[in-house]
């Protein structure tokens, strides 16, 4: 429960998620929400809990996670940004530190997210990409993907795209954007949505991926969808490509 005497901040977080178990704090693991609770608790000499935006999986990047905390201490915004940089390990930083003025919340009041996927297509492996982006040895087609892409858009049921287990009240979301592009050496698959299930986007890219070799046709995705059956849509995409790029707040 929040006192009405402490202070809301809001922090941004880029993070290398390597060796990391997954943002949440999880008993006799390496995780980002303890790493920066425990900088926390340093500075503020309390127990501090952090909210963030959203859970990422153990491997997956971030570029611009967001999570707010609450405290009774004293320090300016700027004292947090340099403190916890000075406190936490080099695959983890804040790249900004704000006050909330008004009533903010890093999970409820997202507007949507955007995350990206990085795929490697050169025959040879990258010694300084290897923790970063899926190396598919095989060439993909990037006009079949994209074909493929565009039956993603809009509300759909991504029953398909996720766990058979998980415990959720809708699997429907709704995607604001799906678009692949090729970078160089890279395929990159961006997505931007309110909200995703879990593994949804590492299970879109795998089914893309099978496209992308001929495996699957870029016509099979609207029956993928509406089987609603996990079995039907491609293997899950491992986790070293995922990045959370953006969370937007809207005004």
Known sequence: ?????????????????????????QPGQR??????E??????CGENVRTIASGRTDAGVHALGQVAHFDTSADLKPKKFLLGLNSLLEKDVSIFDCREANEPFHAQFDVVRKT????????????????????????????????AAAAHFAGERDFASFCP???EVSSTVRKLDRLEVSETGDEIWVEVTAEGFLR??????????AEVGRGARSPDSIPAILEAHDRNRAGMRAPAQGLYLVEVDYGD
Do not use: C, P
Request: hydrophobic share 40%; net charge positive; glycine share 4%.
């Open 199 to 208: 593994f949804m986007v590492r299970n879109i890219v795998g089914t893309l």
């Open 115 to 146: 995350y990206r996927y990085r795929i490697l297509t050169r025959k040879g492996s990258s010694a300084l990409r290897r923790s970063h982006v899926w190396h598919h040895r095989r060439r993909l087609d990037l006009e079949r993907m994209q």
């Open 31 to 36: 995780t980002v929400q303890s790493e920066i």
């Open 38 to 43: 425990a900088a926390l608790a340093r500075m």
């Open 164 to 166: 058979e287990s998980i």
């Open 1 to 25: 429960m929040r006192n009405d005497k402490d202070r809301r901040l809001v922090l941004w977080i880029e993070y290398d998620g390597t060796e990391f178990h997954g943002w949440q704090i």
